[in-house]
């Protein structure tokens, strides 16, 4: 964060939403500099000879705000008893920014025309004053800041380290003063900031007064490191506090809050105390006298949901379906929506762009967050497949009182209540699962039954006439006799996903009864084979089956497959564990014969007009594979498609087939054994609009040539068991190239070198074994590289250079097993870099 603020650029936007700790971010970075406690490499960039913060008040007045500013400019000369005498407050705060070198913060923005007004009364922009605008509204801080690299986004905390950190933190530490001034000292650790810092947190803000206190031998304290004792919570009261603090959404503001009061309550250790705050956290924090310092920040959120736009307010409060710490994927909420028709085909977009258009205005409005965590606008939106609902705007949207009931849950021991009736069904895990209670239920306008956890049969009645969306995803119990009476009772639904539920081998011969069925989802189930029945679903727009193949991991931080179908050989080894994982690369040929993680399909498929997402197909039978590939030639309306049991035998017909898809803009192709490393050449034509192209299996030296031909490659997937740097070289110059994963088993010589080029990457990933010795970026490579992702697999002694050289470098993400020497020699590497990129562990799958 220094590190940007010193930079050159005349004007940087900070962003969040409200209570997010924006301004304590800006403080860090602005007492740090003031007061020389920047990196040595950074402090000629932070000379600044006077420095200002002024809170933009409303109704907005650029005269009061310039006066304000003066006063603050000029704060350590009023000290000194100096009397100023200011006529015109707008041309003599302009003439200050001209004549001398300032850091000026402006802190609570809310327009682009405030910001025109400013810009030009002040003239600010030059290259010698330097502006911070800090602001809720991310449009604004896209308008203000000179580049596009300018912008940055504040996030909420993660629960279980930084915010559980923070809170015990200040549970712990007492209320003090410091040259009469009331404050209390914070630990920042949860900063993107590569060593910890602690700030004086004023109460009322008066930094003047602040700076006039800290003389010699007395200055605001931002340290390199500070071990600040923090409260030992016993593990249920810890796990009771997280409960809380996934509701807080990650926000400091909410988080300080409630350890305030835990502490002078002294109710820490009272665990009734705590289930009694998580049932009523938002009646509480709105209501309680206790909590009086949340009052604008619940106005700010009265007034943000009112401000978003009606054709949005649907998708806004269908997100309390989902727990706050739950991954959703993107795809399982669009496909969602369209069934419920909060999105439709219009004139110039369909319904998926629109979804997909919606998905990106709730993320701008921080009601989700993506799994990556970066502050690149850019980035995230590229690589957020995956989302979590904000628990605390979650938690704000079960609280309001609608007219109509519209999303309710079965939870914990509820009772048999003849007045429980909505449109949005959701059964939690926690649920003692009465069948007296569901009977109870009344059914007659239920759009959507969405379970966590165990599955029961009686969840589904034939008084669900008007059910659209049936959501098992990752539910346990469900069987093949469960299908048929879904397929006989849900006659209007139109979107069913049982991702996940690994007790279903396979479905029901006859839909007869699902005739409006738009969405289907059998990823990760036993299912291997598609029945002949499936062309009765016209409808049908999006089919998911099959698995992905096992990475080189067999740790927690890639999803496992599901077991084998009964069909499969049992003597088919299961995915390996850590300490197995060489064994199993040699046994299974990476994803060999014995696996094929694709689902067959029978003929006639081509008559499904409307399916534009079909994967992963098994085309590896010679029996019917003429047909299949004429059959999915007809399907010219795909726009992603997963093919397996890809040979030398059938590679030519599968990309003649493809090629003629002028909207394929996703394409996955598992290739079958290492006998088959040369049977992607030779191929003439391919989809030439691909976006997104994973390659799973192994090849020769290099990639086939057809691949430089994809000049609209975003992102590319590498899964093979042997890489060559031939095959690196092969692929630097695609230009839109943004997204990069590598996995491999070896790598050529046991060096992977990033050469110049590369000149649009922002994420590389690289999952990789032992056997990888040396990772080299040379200058000029990835010059907007963003995001490191490293997964490891027994990594010992793998040595990272060059990384000084990739300038725009935020974060480096490790998982998996690695020696912490490793660990200890990758800092060494960050701390040649000018902007201090973070690094950080990452426990679990993503």
């Known amino acids: 964060m220094v590190a940007i603020f010193a930079s050159a650029t005349p004007v940087v936007s900070v962003w969040g939403i409200a209570g997010v700790g924006k301004s304590h971010t800006v403080a860090i970075a602005y007492y740090a500099g003031q007061f020389g406690y920047t990196d040595a490499n950074l402090k000629d960039n932070f000379k600044f000879a006077t420095y200002g913060w002024v809170n933009v008040r409303y109704p907005f007045s650029l005269r009061d705000l310039s006066q304000s500013l003066l006063l603050d400019l000029h704060s350590e000369s009023i000290q000194r008893g100096t009397k100023l005498r200011i006529k015109d407050p707008i041309q003599e705060c302009r003439d200050l920014l001209h004549e001398e070198k300032c850091l000026v913060v402006i802190d609570g923005l809310r327009s682009t025309e405030e910001w025109d007004l400013i810009k030009n009364s002040l003239a600010l922009g030059n290259i010698e004053t330097h502006v911070i605008v800090i602001t809720n509204e991310e449009s604004v801080a896209t308008y203000c800041a000179t580049r596009k690299d300018a912008v940055v986004n504040i996030k909420g905390l993660e629960v279980d380290t930084t915010a559980l950190d923070l809170f015990k933190q200040k549970v712990r530490l007492p209320v003090t003063t410091m040259s009469g001034i009331r404050c209390s000292i914070m630990h920042f650790s949860h900063l993107e900031e590569r060593n910890a810092m602690s700030l004086v947190d004023l109460g009322n803000r008066n930094r003047g007064e602040m700076r006039s206190k800290c003389e010699d031998g007395e200055k605001i304290k931002v340290s390199e490191k500070k071990n600040v004792p923090s409260y030992q919570m016993s593990s249920e009261v810890t796990d009771q506090a997280k409960v809380i603090l996934h509701k807080c959404g990650g926000l400091p503001k909410l988080i300080v809050a409630i350890a305030e009061l835990v502490a002078v309550s002294q109710v820490v250790e009272d665990l009734e105390w705590w289930r009694m705050l998580s049932g009523i956290l938002m009646q509480e924090l709105e209501t309680n006298p206790g909590f009086g310092s949340l009052q604008g920040l619940f106005g700010w959120v009265r007034s943000y949901f009112r401000s978003c736009p009606d054709y949005l307010k649907p998708c806004i409060f269908y997100l309390s379906i989902f727990p706050a710490a739950l991954k959703v994927r993107r795809r399982r909420l669009v496909r969602r929506w369209i069934a419920e028709g909060y999105c439709r085909d219009g004139q110039e977009n369909t319904a998926e762009e629109t979804g997909d258009a919606f998905f990106d205005k709730l993320f701008r409005l921080s009601m989700i967050h993506p799994q990556e965590l970066t502050s690149s606008m850019v980035l995230e939106q590229v690589a957020s497949s995956w989302c979590e609902v904000n628990g ?455």
């Open 392 to 846: 605390f705007f979650r938690e704000y949207i079960i609280s309001r009182p609608m007219e109509e009931n519209l999303i309710f849950a079965l939870e914990g021991n509820c009772r048999v209540n003849s007045q429980r009736s909505g449109r949005h069904l959701v059964i939690d895990r926690s649920w003692v699962r009465d069948e007296n209670v569901f009977k109870s239920i009344d059914f007659s306008k239920l759009r959507s039954l969405t379970v966590f956890g165990d599955w029961k049969t009686f969840f589904v009645s034939d008084k669900m006439t008007l059910l659209r969306v049936l959501d098992l995803e990752d539910a346990s119990g469900v069987t093949d006799g469960d299908l048929v009476k879904m397929a006989n009772s849900l006659p209007r639904l139109k979107f069913l996903s049982l991702r996940g539920c690994r007790q279903i081998n396979c479905l029901p011969d006859f839909w007869d009864g699902l005739r409006q069925l738009q969405t289907l989802d059998i990823r990760d189930t036993s299912i291997i084979t598609l029945p002949k029945s499936i062309i009765k679903l016209h409808e049908i727009e999006y089919i998911r089956a099959g698995t992905t193949p096992p990475t080189p991991f067999g740790d927690n931080t890639v999803q496992q497959d599901p077991p084998p179908p009964p069909s499969v050989p049992t003597a088919s080894p299961a995915l390996p564990t850590t300490s197995s994982m060489s064994t199993a690369w040699l046994s299974n040929k990476f994803h060999g014969q014995r696996h094929n993680y694709g689902i067959k399909v029978h003929g006639e498929i081509g008559e499904l007009t409307s399916l534009h997402t079909l994967g992963v197909v098994n085309i590896m039978s010679a029996a019917r594979r003429v047909a299949i590939l004429k059959e999915l030639k007809k399907l010219t309306q795909l726009h992603k498609l997963g093919v397996s049991g890809v040979n030398q035998d059938n590679s030519k017909e599968i990309f003649a087939a493809l090629s003629c898809h002028g909207h394929l803009k996703s394409l996955s192709v598992q290739l079958v054994d290492n006998s088959n490393q040369d049977c992607l050449d030779g191929i003439s034509s391919c989809p030439k609009n691909l976006n997104s192209l994973k390659l799973y299996g192994q090849i020769r030296q290099t990639l086939p040539v057809w691949i430089r031909d994809l000049k609209n490659l975003t992102k590319l997937k590498l899964q093979m068991s042997m890489l060559s740097q031939e095959a690196i070289n092969f692929i630097k110059d695609l230009s839109k190239l943004k997204i990069l994963r590598l996995c491999f088993k070896e790598f050529q010589d046991g060096e992977l070198q990033f050469v110049p080029s590369f000149n649009s990457l922002q994420l590389v990933e690289i999952a990789c074994t032992s056997r990888l010795q040396s990772v080299k970026f040379h200058p000029g490579a990835s010059p907007v590289l963003e995001m490191l992702r490293i997964r490891c697999c027994g990594v010992s002694s793998l040595q990272f250079s060059g990384l000084e050289h990739v300038n725009y470098l935020m974060c480096v993400l490790l998982s998996g097993s690695y020696d912490p020497t490793f660990r200890e020699n990758l800092t060494g590497e960050l701390e040649k870099h000018p902007r201090k990129p973070f690094l950080k562990h990452e426990p679990h799958s993503s």
